[in-house]
């Protein structure tokens, strides 16, 4: 093979396994951000179910009530009706569906979904100004936060 022809074999062969790179990168990326919001899917909707429930105080008593597991941060219903009044003019700036990480890029914030045992923690922070936080043992509530 003449020198020309294998320099040029050499850049094909090169260029083309830049390509498969970065489209096994842009991939990865695609289905880490998917396994993510896949993660964060039961907290949030704990986090939607708790919005609409605190709305009223009314509706942020039954809520307590209804999650017992929400007495270790608000022993007294009183302090969990406060505490929602505190964030009822933040939610809407938060989405109805959990939002994707570029979503969350753009608006500066973070999020983060961690399990351990039977113990999920999710926090969504900087969104828009807004830090929520939920976390929930075998599927029940045992916290929610809204900053």
Known sequence: MNPARRRTVIWIVVVGGVI?????????????AGFVKGMASEPWAKLQEAIAATRTDDGAEAFHRAHPGLVARYPQAAQFVAAARSWRPKVDKLPREVPGLWEVAKAKGEMNVSTSNDETTFTLAHFHGVTARVVTRAGALIDVTIE
Do not use: Q, S
């Open 20 to 32: 498969l790179l970065a489209g096994g990168v842009v991939a990865g990326v695609i289905g880490m």
